[in-house]
Structure formats: structure tokens, C-alpha cells
């Protein structure tokens, strides 16, 4: 159609060589991130959203599993129209029906009582145990793929997962790999930090430095520095006067200290990967169950 003819357009080779005709880009919420609103020939809308991957392309079959709420799928440069001049090599775009602009991001659901926090943190987590039931796995996530619609779990796909650059809530990829035979503790190592940032307020690997930055690839290499070096709040002989916090974290390490130490010798355990030899991935979701029990029913959190 004439509209192709003037304006660049993308298209996807896994649905029917659909063409996808630029309308506008929008706003991101990440510098690793770029939004479309695109319509086709048939003047059907969409939302086109590129993710960076790093520099190799991850098995089809991970970006075809059920979880995504893609319809097609749109891949570097070098696979689709030379011609196009918007994406790099290392982007791949998923396609969305514009009712993903409708879903309620994660972080913005929770913005409500602790009620509600409660459940909302409810439904993650019977939604991970549900996929992983189906021998699917995320193998980590971080929350800014969480999206909520009518009280469910939307989980789009993240290209991070292969190339983890700024995500506080999963495994640097350099100790990931030890846990490929078992990536259900990679998801609940993201379960659990995400979590506890609800519960302490505070990201459990952030130190000092990542407080005067937003950048996001500073904000990692402080946080792959801290996960590696164990320089934590779960140091608790050193926590109160370890290098590298700020006063703000006080509040935080009272509450650490106040909190049963079931519960934190869990946490710990589940964010420094000592995962007991017992634990199977069911006992790890129930324990994670009463994790959300516990900050329901304490007093020390809101």
C-alpha cells in the first residue's frame, strides 16, 4: 500500500511476512528499549517493542514459549529489510496488541496497600509456580516485565535474559550458568528480590555508589561488585558500620535485624545462592509462601 512507499516499516519473517508501517516512536523506560506504534496494510495497529540482546540470538523456542503476549516476532538487522534504519544488530522487537499499553506496570500495582501488596505478590508468585509446571522457565526476571490486567500475571519476554546488564533482580550471567540443570532457583532468586524490596524498601545488592547514579550500566557494575564480594546488608557483624552504606540504609538494617531469623536466614540463603541441598523447587515456593505470609502478618513493615 502507498504508505509503505513513504514511511520505513519493519517486517517480521515468522508471521507471514507482515509489514509493520512506522506511525510514531514512543517514550521507553529504559535506555535499553524502544517503542513503536506501527500499523499494518490492513491498517490494523500495533506496538512494537525492541529489546537488546547482546551479540547472538536466543533459541526460537525460548521466544515462542507460552508466557509471551507477542504476535510476532521481529529480528536484527541483518535478518529483515536492509533498509530500515531504526533498530541495531543486537535488537530483536516483539509485537504487541496495543492493549499492552492498558496493562498496569508491576511497580505502579503496587502502589497501594499493603493489602493489596500482599496479594499482588501472591499472584507472582503462584504464576511462576504455574509456568514452572509446564517446564517453563525464565531463568530470572526483572520486574519491569511484570504487567497486571484484571487481576493476572502478564510476563513478556525479556531480551535481557541473555544479556543481563542492569537488572538488580537476577544472577550476574557469570554465576547464572552454574545453575543451568536447575533454573527454577534463578526465577526464585528474582522472587525473592523482588520481594524484599517491598518489604526493607530498599534493593538488597544496591550500595553506595548506585544511590548517586541512575545510570543503568553503573548502577550493574556496582551491583555485579556487591553480588560477587557478598558487600550486603547480610553481613551482620559488619552491616552497621560496613563500607560503602549510607545512613539511609539504617532503617533498613533495623528492620533486618528485627525481622524473625527464620525468615531472614531464608532470604539469605536464597539471595547469596546457599541454597540447602534439601530444598526442593516445591519446598522453595512454599517457603517463599510464608516469606509472604510473614511480611503480611509483622508489624514492621508497611
Known sequence: MRMFEQKQYFISKFSFENRYCVDKEMDAISCYEKWFLTQDEYKNKYVILFERIGNFLPDLKELFFELPIHEAIIYPLDLIEKSNVYIFENEIGFVYSPRIMEYQIFDQAMQTDKKNKVKLLRLLCNTIADIHKKKIYLTGFDKRQLMVEDGKMKIRYNGFKNHNRNSVYRV????????????WILDA???????????????????MMTSFSRDEEYQFEVFYNNFRKKIFIFER??????IGFLVEQRPVIEKWNSTDLPISRFIENILTLNIPTNYSEDTILLE??????YYENSELFQ
Not at 202 to 207: D, S, V
Open 172 to 183: 550476574p550471567d557469570y554465576f547464572a550458568e552454574k545453575y543451568s540443570s536447575a533454573p
Open 189 to 207: 532468586f528474582s522472587l525473592v528480590a523482588i520481594i524484599f524490596e517491598y518489604m526493607y524498601q530498599w534493593k538488597p545488592f544496591c550500595g
Open 237 to 242: 557483624e559488619k552491616k552497621m558500620n560496613q
Open 288 to 293: 517463599i509462601q510464608k516469606l509472604i505470609t
